[in-house]
């Protein structure tokens, strides 16, 4: 394959791989921008996105579409329920304690899923056949289209709902004082709650646009949750346009460094590079450093 | 100024000298555990706790005294037990002085990560950590001819003093004894300083700290250096008692498992860590009954404590007795009400 | 009374995002005055605070103290040449009694350093303890022994306010700048606070006083600078400022 053939490939790839990432990335910025905290859950959703829809289709017999609907809605149905279980009574929410009881609530939900689902790897097939598409020498799989359309929409859908909704709006307000929205009459705790909901479900479709490239284990949430935390940071933590950008990056990044490095130490070049962007932008690439009241 | 040197003790010194006092105590009764331990596999169990000891206690400074998330305890552990095994299994460097150049490697490590990631307030040192992290991992599996990639390293030799080697469980275990107990009381020293008191403020609020003086940055970066100098050590001993290593026992899942220990025993305090080290040593053991339902367990259980106790189990110890005392004392106060 | 200026603010200006909170300020604390700052809330009067501190970068404009600019000194370095302040809300340490808080008001003014620390050499314990003893004294002269043991959380706000100027002076500052301080005080604290404000004053430390109690504020400053929208509205002997007609339709406006 001539040169830049194989550049164009590896950037199919990485945007691709880099379009969920922003998605869960997004999952971490939502939740991060209404409590502080980081959730170290978000990737045990998009394990768990991935794994009912597999189970709906196999063992259920559902037709995709469906079964990809039933398992979004799931996770998102718990992850609201995780919140109201374990952040909502908690007496001072601290950031830092919304961080480990995420960590622990990571460690319930991959062993639960491991004990109901099991621990084999499943997958199912790609939405739209697996016959890749030729672009100028480079060939990129239909499922990678659908991955970037999904993501585009997820992410406009996004934003229309914090620019332009009620709710959105009072969530934004939530964020940016938590004291005067409380005064205004904006709940904070519903604001979290819904959070987490919104942060579920992102982490849901991330994981079921994924599974039929890469299949999906109860393990790989963790991995995930890795990557999409790195590419919010990247991006600026808290910020859904820094989730886009820091995914992209991170994604290209990964799939360079594995096509030119090596693929043996393509995540550590990887991280070596963010590390180094991070150094140099420590607020990421679009974020603002934080201004502290006292 | 100079008769309060040698004049009364008061009131910080006096708790200082009975926190002490407790640890000689705790440490007196240790002494003679191998005596009472059943058999070899529990005296193998407390080294193990030693050793997961340091790693939470150093960590505790970072999280619970410096408010800072460090996600990568088990990567400088990972790297203290390379840096050891590797030059005494391969090199045929003696185990003391791997011991040094591994508290050289993770020490440097921390500076070259603390250096850009503290300089600013929020999650970067999470971040960064989370980085090395990854990339230590990715280096432990791949560089295949030094580690011995994912099957691990082995023939690490142990460690040998005046010409006998610290093999068995026991002879390890008062290895581990000494070490571990030095380490506790410098921490305490640490805690119970000048150094200290700047170095608690920050989990507070850094704004508050830098206003009184405290140059907030240099505390953290020494206090994260010093820390991953624990790791290195802990890696160092584990290494050369279990004489192997493996990546995966240096993996995100360990750092972040630490983390939660620290928060589980109660962060920020002195013991909480001894009872961090208790759990992550005994549960696991006392857990494999329950198969595949061991780490829901373990979830479950972890979440439980931090809801109802989010100081941890020093914290529900101290409600505990707050309870017990209303409790048994005369309702004498209710009068002055 | 001598005329030297402490602290000198020139064309200070700052603001958060669209909101100017601080604006074209100019004013001088000589050494060994009472300096009240006051205006409603909102005024800029935290963000000054803020500013002189270190807290906030001052990016426009001139803070000189001691006759040096100290735009770029980080905030630690300031306590180091001579500052302290107490804050508006509460920033006690948890975790910590009232004695170590106050004991770390002192720590601009000692030196032990991690190493001696770690292997507690007989310097630092000596230290440790003539600190422990000077904050005990410090909390003594308020009255408030009777705290030393508690939790910095376990105590009233009030109480906590006190605590506050204790621990600020344990820094042996030559500005100290006082945030509200009898803000949510029970009446009869307020004036334990004035005769403490005096007293310091007394011994040669400069004050910035916000406060909104006025009747402390009039008998209390030498001299008022008030604030409105950031701007400076007036400033002077209070009972000049008192009659101001801008001054009293910008506390008019706010309060009617
Ligand atoms: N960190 C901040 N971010 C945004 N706006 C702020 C911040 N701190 C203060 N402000 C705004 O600046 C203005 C001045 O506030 P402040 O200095 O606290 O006033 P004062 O202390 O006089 O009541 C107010 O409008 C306030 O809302
Ligand atoms: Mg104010």
């Known amino acids: 394959m001539d040169f830049e053939a194989k550049l164009l490939q590896l950037i199919f790839a990485g945007i691709s791989t880099g379009a969920v990432y922003a998605l869960i990335a997004v999952g971490f910025n939502v939740i991060f921008k209404s409590t502080d905290a980081i959730n170290f859950s978000q990737g045990e959703w998009v394990m768990m996105g991935g794994l009912i829809a597999a189970t709906a289709i196999g063992a259920g017999q559902m037709p995709l579409v469906i079964a990809c609907i039933i398992a979004v809605l799931a996770v998102a149905t718990i992850g609201g329920l995780s919140e109201r279980l374990t952040v909502f009574p908690m007496r001072r929410p601290t950031p830092i304690l919304i961080t480990l009881i995420t960590i622990g609530l990571a460690i319930c939900t991959k062993s639960l899923v491991m004990l109901i689902l099991g ?37 406009v859908a996004t934003h229309f709902f914090f620019e332009r909704t009620t709710m959105g709006k009072a969530m934004r307000a939530a964020a940016a004082d938590r004291q005067a929205a409380a005064l205004v009459g904006i709940s904070v705790r519903n604001s979290i709650l819904i959070s987490f909901v919104i942060a579920a479900a992102a982490g849901a479709i991330a994981g079921v646009i994924i599974t039929p490239m890469t299949f999906m284990v109860y393990d790989n949430g963790t991995m995930l949750g890795f990557k999409g935390f790195s590419a919010a940071m990247l991006g600026g933590l808290g910020n859904l346009y820094g989730a886009l950008v820091g995914g992209l990056t991170l994604g290209l990044l990964e799939a360079l460094a594995g096509g030119y490095v090596s693929s043996q130490f393509k995540d550590a070049v990887a991280f070596l590079v963010l590390l180094l962007v991070l150094f140099a932008r420590p607020a990421g690439i679009l974020g603002q450093r934080d201004i502290t009241r006292v | ?13 006096q708790e200082g000298a009975h926190t002490r006092r407790m640890l000689a105590i705790l440490w007196a009764i240790l002494l003679i555990f191998p005596l009472i331990a059943p058999n070899n596999y529990i005296i193998n169990l407390a080294v193990f706790f030693f050793i997961n000891l340091i790693l939470i206690a150093s960590l505790n400074l970072v999280i619970g005294y410096c408010g800072q998330i460090s996600l990568c305890h088990g990567a400088f552990f990972g790297l203290g037990a390379y840096a050891s095994g590797v030059l005494a299994a391969k090199f045929d460097v003696s185990p003391w002085l791997g011991a040094v150049v591994a508290m050289g490697m993770t020490g440097f490590s921390a500076l070259l990560i603390g250096l850009p990631a503290l300089r600013l307030r929020g999650h970067y040192l999470a971040m960064a950590t989370l980085g090395f992290n990854a990339i230590m991992t990715v280096l432990f599996n791949e560089m295949i001819s030094l580690t011995g990639g994912p099957n691990g390293l082995t023939g690490v030799p142990p460690f040998s003093l005046f010409g006998v080697d610290i093999v068995t469980d026991t002879t390890f275990f008062y290895f581990a004894w000494v070490v571990t107990g030095v380490l506790m009381l410098l921490i305490y020293n640490l805690i119970d300083s000048r150094f200290g008191r700047g170095m608690r403020t920050l989990a507070t609020s850094e704004i508050a700290a830098s206003s009184l003086g405290i140059d907030s940055f240099r505390y953290k970066l020494i206090v994260f250096v010093a820390s991953a100098l624990m790791a290195g050590i802990a890696g160092s001993m584990y290494v050369h008692f279990i004489n192997f290593a493996s990546p995966e026992t240096f993996s995100f899942f360990t750092s972040v498992f630490l983390v ?22 005994a549960v696991p053991e006392l857990l494999r009954a329950f198969k595949d339902l061991e780490i829901f ?30 409790a048994y004392t005369p309702k004498a106060g209710d009068a002055g009400r | 009374m001598s005329r030297e200026a402490l602290l000198e603010v020139n064309g200070l200006s700052h603001s958060f995002g669209g909101l100017t909170a601080v604006a074209e300020l100019d004013f001088t604390a000589t050494r060994g005055q009472i300096k009240g700052i006051i205006g409603p809330n909102g005024a800029g009067k935290t963000t000054l605070f803020n500013l002189i501190a270190g807290i906030l970068p001052a990016k426009v404009g001139t803070i000189r103290f001691k006759g040096e600019i100290v735009n770029r000194m980080p905030a630690h370095k300031r306590v180091d040449s001579g500052m302290a302040r107490t804050f508006q809300n509460l920033q006690l340490f948890a975790g910590m009694s009232v004695l170590e808080n106050v004991m770390i008001g002192c720590h601009a003014r000692t030196r032990a350093s991690f190493l001696e620390a770690v292997l507690r050499s007989p310097a630092s314990v000596r230290e440790t303890r003539s600190v422990r003893d000077r904050a005990m004294a410090a909390l003594a002269e308020f ?100 009659k101001d007609p801008e001054v009293l339709s910008a506390y008019l406006g706010e309060d009617a």
């Not at chain 2, 100024?1 to 010194?13: E, F, L, Q, S, Y």
């Open chain 3, 143 to 242: 009255g408030l022994e009777r705290l030393a043991k508690r939790q910095a959380t376990d105590i009233s706000f009030g109480e906590g306010k006190v605590v506050e100027i204790a621990r600020a002076l344990a820094a042996e500052p030559e500005l100290v700048m006082l945030d509200e301080p009898t803000a949510g005080l029970p009446h009869g604290d307020i004036q334990e606070v004035a005769t403490v404000i005096r007293k310091l004053n007394d011994d040669g430390i400069t004050v910035l006083l916000v406060e909104h109690n006025m009747r402390l504020v009039m008998s209390l400053c030498d001299d008022i600078l008030v604030l409105n929208y950031g701007r400076r509205i007036a400033e002077g002997r209070p009972e000049v400022v008192r």
């Open chain 2, 297 to 326: 367990v373990f979830g479950l259980s972890m979440v439980l404590v931090l809801l109802f106790f989010p100081d941890g189990v020093v914290g529900g110890i101290r409600l505990a007795k707050g309870w017990i005392l209303r």
């Open chain 2, 260 to 281: 939660v220990m620290v928060a589980v025993g109660g962060w920020g305090n002195y013991w909480g860590p001894v009872f961090g080290a208790l759990i992550y040593t």
């Open chain 1, 119 to 155: 621990k084999l790897p499943v997958g199912y097939k790609p939405f739209t056949g697996e016959t890749p598409i030729k672009i100028a020498g480079a060939t990129i799989h239909p499922q990678s289209l659908w991955i970037l359309g999904i993501t585009a929409v997820f992410m």
């Open chain 2, 1 to 13: 100024m100079t008769d309060a040197a040698i004049g009364a003790p008061t009131v910080t010194t």
